[in-house]
């Protein structure tokens, strides 16, 4: 009896050992590609080879890359037994510096030790060389003030060019201001002016934008970003009204908060609504704080509508607020 179960077993091993390999299998030839040292805005490219080792049709369901600098395709889906095939990657590194690990997620038919559909990934890492470095990339203006003029530089330097040239700095919108200061042979430096005069009403944030061009043949058109906090007198929550979604023939209620942003007392007068269907009142004086109550009369037109809230206040650096108001009037459901 021992001597006949023996091969059973042997060949229930082997008939799960067989299955356990049955199917399809990618297999790459190598999971990472080093480009070493690259310039900057350089497109590098690179082949990932594999081979179907398998016993069935390999299907490559899907290629994902970790970022939209990196691009990956194999020329086909579906891959025989024995057949080999390649997946072309495409790096660009306009807006990278420094040293980069970029992944490629390759999903196929093939099932792994789980049964799940198996995913195979693969590398790619360089050094990103520039030829100019701006220091910082980005500015930001955390507590910029109504009325106030502040400035902040950036750095432009390049230890590549014999003789570093920044030319055609503009900046928008008119908030901004820029200009270049010559340093050294290798150096400028770009002073950003925020000027608080020209900031657009109703807004708490502001984003801008510094152009320039160097003598980079790699690098000619440079960017950066300018963002602004702006640190009002008074803060309004929430900053616009909305009244979407309002149900015609019924009056739909809010209530809105002034404060001065240190605490100080003030007055507001002459609230209006650019709305004839929206009222305004104030609903609560604090000295430091103010609760306004909005309501939308049950006589407001069925369709969507923009106006604003406008008042005066004691605060001189402030004295008019312009508080957005947007929203609809529909029809009220069917009854049923």
Known sequence: MKTTMKPLILIAVSLMFGLALAGPKLEMEKSQHDFGDIDKGEKVSTVF???NTGDAPLEIKDVKTSCGCTSAKPKKAVYQPGESGEIPVTFNSERF???????????????????????TMVKITANVVADIVAKPVSLFFPRAKLGEVTSQNIVVSSNKLDKLEVTEVKAQPEFL???????????FEIKVTVDGNKFPEGKNRLTGFIN??????????????VTVNI?????????????????????????????SSKGDSFEVSDIKSSLEYLDVELAENLGHEKRLKIVLKDDAPVGKF?????????????S???IPVRGSVVEPPPSK
């Open 177 to 187: 201001k820029a200009e270049a200061i010559r340093k050294d042979d290798k150096t």
């Open 49 to 51: 080879n594999f081979k």
């Open 231 to 259: 640190e009002k007198p008074l803060r309004v929550t929430p900053g616009s009204v909305f009244l979407f979604a309002s149900q015609k023939g019924k009056t739909r209620q809010i209530s809105l908060r002034v404060e």
């Open 320 to 322: 008019t607020l312009r």
């Open 306 to 318: 923009d106006g604003s809230i406008t008042l005066n206040t004691s605060i001189e650096e402030q």
């Open 97 to 119: 510096s420094g040293k980069i690990n970029k992944t490629i997620t390759i999903e196929t038919n093939e099932i792994d030790t789980n049964g799940a559909p198996a995913k």
């Open 212 to 225: 320039f061009k160097t003598n980079s043949k790699t690098q000619g058109d440079m960017r950066s970003t």
